[in-house]
């Protein structure tokens, strides 16, 4: 009898000439998206010139968003974003963005429908992993794979083990993916799930919104997680049905697949997160984080975990008629250029002026530390970024705790980290 | 390979932007990483590494992003081995395409300073300085393959050899 797969295996497979894999074997597997920013790929334009192959193995297939230090953010950053458009107008590469049509790559991909559900997607960038929220495999490599992956269309993978984690129940008010996500690392740790793929099902997913799923699956890295996936399902196709150019493929574990281990919990049971310094996995109640009362100093609303225009309207929601405590900042940052004009059109971005924040042009900015954002020392900001890490925003001596957007609003007009409802 | 060095020792969950913070990845010359290496987490580490010397860590060594900068910038400071309890999955594929070595190993005996002799061919790690001899995991064949053949480039340039697009 043939061996039962995951959704992981049997897309993996399918990107491979073999008849069947199991977790461990290194295969090597066709890519359909191989993408990178202007921090990585021009180290892997770089090598690729080095390897002897002139031609791209595929236009259409390459993805390249200067996302990171744009629009440039020095003389430095400038020269590497130059590398990145001459490479893509070399090699006419597709999917190349300049910053007017951008965004942040992992909000870019799906909303272009560049990503689709049954890929095999490789980038040099770590949270590429956020493509799972639709059902494809996608992982984060390096430059040097990367410049494999132009030249050779493939690459060297090894299968993972999956941990299933199952959400059951009605999530309450205010609770969010990224709660489910900051609660799940809080119980497994930042190496919880390392070199393995996370697997979502459960009910819990039919209340909230693929916007949601991408913040999850946006995060599996943050648990040290290969890739983070969900099963597409009608909220899946819903999403990529306007959005697709090309074929899609919906695949499904077969019953009886084999986990590495099978976690559940009661998503009705959970309270929205707020991740302390210096690990996401330092996960507590809002409540309690609210009871130690935490100044903070910044606020920032972005990222490719919680940029999208739903991010935006739960944020303008609670800043609407407000105003932000005095002595502080709040930097909203609408991940894509679609997603900002969005805003625009609904009235969010006169709710965060209005409020006292300043509205960024898509980019990471400070998400990873890089600009336009950058903390003093001692300074602290709640961020409805990813990653937490000791300096991830600035002075090494500067902190960062992580929470949905909600909670990011209350606390920026509060001053210090605190709950919707304290606001409302 | 044989190499011999001093201990440079880190705690657990050393991500990428303490081996290489964001603000300096506006530049990926070696000269850059180099002198950056380690900044957040050891504030002169780059001055006082020398040639051969290893990094010595606990577990999930590498996490965060998957700038392949951080392997790199360690590379450029003369250290050819990591030595952890466990690394981060990301870093763990770029230092083996680089050809960083990297060997998983109970470190709890190894401290700062020590003086090591390590052999990357049979995972052995002579602790010269306390008289101890441990053994790293061994690494599956591929991938050993990978770091013989001057990392994933190298393996690139044999096969692009019989291999071209048009
Ligand atoms: S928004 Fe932050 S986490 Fe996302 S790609 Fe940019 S720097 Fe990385």
């Not at chain 1, 990873?368 to 003093?376: N, P």
């Not at chain 2, 900068?69 to 590379?75: G, S, T």
Request: aromatic share 8%.
């Amino acid at each position: 009898m043939a061996r039962k797969l995951t959704i992981t295996e049997k897309i993996i497979l399918n990107h491979t000439g073999l008849s069947d894999i199991k977790p461990g074997d290194i295969v090597n597997a066709r890519v359909d998206i191989a993408l990178g920013n202007d921090i990585t790929a021009p180290i892997a334009i770089k090598e690729f010139e080095t390897i002897g192959i002139k031609e791209v193995f595929d236009r259409k297939k390459i993805a390249l968003v200067p996302d990171h230090f744009v629009p440039n953010k020095d003389i430095l950053s400038a020269k590497q974003a130059k590398v990145l458009r001459e490479f893509a107008r070399k090699h006419d590469i597709e999917n190349y963005f300049e910053c007017g049509e951008a965004g942040v790559e992992h909000a870019l991909l799906p909303e272009k429908g560049i990503v689709l559900p049954g890929d095999l997607v490789v980038g040099a960038d770590s949270h590429t992993c956020t493509y799972g929220a639709l059902g494809a495999f996608a992982t984060g490599v390096g430059s040097t794979d990367l410049a494999y992956a132009f030249a050779f269309g493939e690459l060297w993978l090894k299968v993972p083990e999956s941990i299933k984690v199952i959400f059951e129940g009605k999530p309450k008010k205010w609770v969010s993916g990224k709660d489910l996500i900051l609660y799940l690392i809080g119980k497994i740790g930042v190496e919880g799930a390392n070199y393995m793929a996370l697997e979502f099902s459960g009910g819990t997913f039919k209340h909230l919104g693929m916007a949601d799923r991408l913040a999850i699956s946006n995060m599996a890295v943050e648990a040290g997680a290969k890739s983070g996936i969900f099963e597409p399902d009608e909220i899946t196709d819903e999403y990529v049905k306007t959005r697709a150019k090309r074929d899609y493929t919906f695949y499904r574990s077969d019953e009886g697949a084999e986990y590495a281990r099978i976690l559940k919990f009661d998503a009705g049971t959970i309270n929205p997160q707020v991740a302390f310094p210096h690990l996401p996995e330092n996960s507590v109640d809002i409540a309690e984080a609210s009871s130690k009362n935490i100044k903070i100093d910044q606020t920032v609303i972005g990222s490719c975990t919680n940029g999208r225009i739903e991010d935006l309207r739960i944020a303008a929601g609670i800043l609407k008629g407000k105003k932000i405590a005095r002595y502080t900042r709040l930097i909203v940052i609408p991940a894509t250029v679609d997603i900002y004009r969005m805003a625009e059109k609904e009235g969010l971005i006169d709710i965060f002026l209005d409020a006292g924040a300043v509205v960024s042009t898509p980019t990471c900015g400070p998400c990873l530390g890089g600009y336009m954002g950058i903390l003093a020392d001692g300074e602290r900001a709640i961020s409805s970024t990813n990653r937490n890490f000791r300096g991830r925003m600035g002075d090494v001596t500067s902190e960062v705790y992580l929470a949905n957007p909600a909670v990011c609003a209350a606390s920026a007009i509060l001053g210090k980290i605190a709950g919707p409802e304290e606001v409302l | 390979m044989i190499f011999k060095g001093k201990v440079f020792k880190f705690g657990d969950n050393i991500d990428t932007d303490a081996i290489i913070p964001a603000r300096y990845l506006n530049d990926a010359g070696e000269e850059n990483l180099k002198k950056h290496c380690m900044e957040d987490a050891d504030t002169d580490f780059s001055s006082r590494v020398g040639e051969g010397d290893f990094i010595v860590a606990g577990a999930n060594f590498g996490c965060g992003s998957s700038r392949e900068h951080a392997p790199r910038a360690i590379k450029a400071c003369g250290v050819h081995v990591v030595i952890a309890k466990s690394f981060a999955r990301i870093f763990y594929r770029n230092s083996f395409n680089i050809g960083l070595y990297i060997l998983n190993a109970d470190t709890t005996g190894i401290n700062e300073g020590d003086l090591l002799e390590v052999n990357t061919d049979n995972g052995e790690i002579k602790n010269l300085s306390r008289n101890t001899v441990i053994k790293a995991n061994t690494i599956p064949k591929f991938m050993s393959e990978l770091v013989n053949a001057g990392g994933l480039i190298g393996y690139a340039k044999k096969k692009a050899g019989a291999y071209s697009h048009d």
